[in-house]
């Protein structure tokens, strides 16, 4: 533990620092920084604040998170990591931000609480709740509860693929999307294309469940069961309202872009107010 001014309780093991808190655990591979923060000694929990981050690099590529209060309790294995406020953070995989977080190293799971957003290469994932499942150096699996929206941007002519419903289970294999799978009032749009890149139509589908098996961000396979519906328009018949299931907001503005970049506050502007998550009624 380190810092420009240090205070510390020998007989309570507790200590507090002002100014570059630099606090590293080398076992456990987690650093926690700010311009303000405590540790104590006994229990093994320390926080951080103003300017606060913690750098998790136990693994092949280090996570960045941001918030205003971070918090961390180790024990001889395990390491919990809370942030709250204004959270963001960074991997070149995968990058996020939400209001308050967890992330728990005994399961390798991210916890993010209140309008959290994931990128991962050109999609975008927004929930109600959601949970990051990390396999070693990768992100393994994405579950987003209650309400989930993912888009994927298919930089082309402002097109967009996108998928809706209730509960959402993202499965990815070596940091690539690979397969969705959505339960509860599934809604899509989806870009038909052929073999040769020429586009057929937009696709549009509603049902009670919905998977999708993907290979290099492109549909390979599309299952509908339970109540299904489905049209295919050219896009000469297509109006601007056609191209977007309802609530689409593409947050491009506020996506970290390094691990510097945690720290902006990007203001939303009037387009990308995010309407209040409406839960999907179990039937």
């Known amino acids: 533990l380190t810092g420009d001014t240090i205070f510390y309780n020998g007989a309570s093991g507790y200590g507090t620092v002002h100014g570059n808190m630099h606090l590293q655990d080398t076992a456990k591979k987690v650093i926690l920084q700010g311009n303000y923060g405590s540790y ?31 918090t961390m309790l180790t024990d001889s294995i395990y390491r919990e990591v809370r942030a709250f406020h204004n959270v963001r953070f960074y991997r070149t995989d995968l990058q996020g931000v939400c ?99 020429t586009i057929i139509g937009l696709n549009k589908t509603q049902s009670a469940y919905l998977s999708m098996d993907l290979y290099k961000n492109e549909l390979q396979k599309l299952k509908l069961w339970s109540s299904t519906t489905a049209e295919t328009n050219p896009l000469s018949m297509l109006k601007p309202e056609d191209k977007k299931l309802k609530d689409f907001i593409w947050y491009e503005n506020i996506r970290p872009l390094n691990k510097l970049d945690i720290f902006r506050r990007p203001i939303k502007n009037s387009t990308e107010k995010r309407p209040t998550p409406r839960r999907f009624e179990r039937k």
């Open 40 to 70: 104590d000694e006994k229990t093994e929990f320390a926080m951080a604040t103003d300017s606060a981050f913690a750098t998790e690099y136990s693994q092949k590529d280090s996570l960045f998170i941001h918030g205003d209060t971070l």
């Open 99 to 197: 209001d308050s977080m967890v992330f728990i190293s005994k399961d390798s799971i991210l916890y993010m609480y209140v309008e959290p957003i994931i990128w991962n290469d050109n999609n975008q994932i927004i929930g109600e709740e959601m949970n990051i499942y990390l396999n070693d150096s990768t992100i393994e699996k994405v579950h987003v509860k209650n309400y989930a929206f993912s888009i994927q941007d298919r930089q082309k002519d402002d097109q967009y693929n996108q998928l809706k419903g209730r509960d959402m289970n993202a499965y990815f294999k070596e940091g690539e999307l690979r397969y969705i799978l959505v339960e509860g009032d599934a809604q899509s749009l989806y870009y038909i294309e052929e073999d040769d890149g």
